[in-house]
């Protein structure tokens, strides 16, 4: 769920969840942009999270929340459904 350009290796099976393909290429790569713009025009340290929410006990995720703060109050939190 953390992509490359955040340190994911995209082979860490703790780190891949089921996602449409519209969604991985779409509003997913969108906020991971916006993240990766925000640190390379400030150059600032980002803590980042991907959390996938799961509802009704399924095994594929309903929505993906992918959240950035960092240290000189920017923050950023996007949920994306995940169809």
Do not use: K
Not at 27 to 48: G, K, L
């Amino acid at each position: 769920m953390i992509e490359q350009q955040f340190g994911g290796d995209g082979r860490d099976m703790r780190n891949i969840v089921t996602q449409g393909t519209s969604q991985n290429n779409g509003p997913i790569s969108d906020a991971e942009d916006c993240i990766a713009d925000h640190v390379r025009s400030t150059q600032n340290t980002v803590i980042m999270s991907v959390t996938p929410e799961y509802a009704n006990g399924g095994n594929v995720p309903s929505h993906i929340l992918i959240e950035a703060v960092d240290d000189f109050g920017w923050s950023f939190s996007r949920r994306i459904p995940n169809m």
